[in-house]
């Protein structure tokens, strides 16, 4: 009877995450993990083809976290704005709760070898990039924003001042202040379009 493995992958993942977090992507190779989980290198290889396929899992698994929640959040309320104010809450909070991965998606899917992904890889991660741009399109929709600047202007709200909210304190490693939650919300709420009438 064969032994189960002594490391499953989310403890492999786990660990190129906080490699990635504090080095940057350059610092996950397959012997590094192996290493900082005490694995023999081989051993990676029995989970994942190569480091390709490692940055890309490590990627894929950290994103698909994240938007799990932000779906959650945009679907939060039947109305339109509370369900925006608590989507770009989520970022904030996300990245309170999950700073070495927040960490690692400052990077970007092309310093995680993306041009070299498989064809999988790369299918999951565009499916998600379109379930995002879907739900913020319908968001937007049903704030009357049809124009393309307003969809701009709810990308803004919703997705890139809430990470600004954030990047900064990430990059410098510092804990994001108690307030950083709020000022996501009420920025975003500041740009939402006006309500009719």
Known sequence: MA?????DTDQILDAAVRLAASGGPGRVSMSAVA???GAPSGSMYHRFAGRTALLAEVWLRT???FQQGYFAS???D????PAARA?????????RAHPEEAALLLHGPWEFGRADWSGEHTARADSGNQR??????????SLGATGAQDRDRITLA????????VRRHLRAGEPLPPHAEDLAEECAAALLPKAAG
């Not at 919703?158 to 909210?165: A, C, G, H, I, Q």
Request: aromatic share 6%; glycine share 2%; proline share 11%.
């Open 35 to 37: 290493q900082a989980i």
């Open 158 to 165: 919703l997705v890139d001042l809430p990470l600004s909210v």
């Open 3 to 7: 032994r189960p493995p002594r490391f």
């Open 78 to 81: 039947p109305d339109p704005r």
């Open 63 to 65: 994103v698909e976290r």
């Open 74 to 76: 945009l679907h939060s």
């Open 132 to 141: 995002v741009y879907a739900a913020l399109g319908a968001l937007a929709e």
């Open 87 to 95: 989507a770009a809450r989520h970022v904030v909070a996300w990245s």
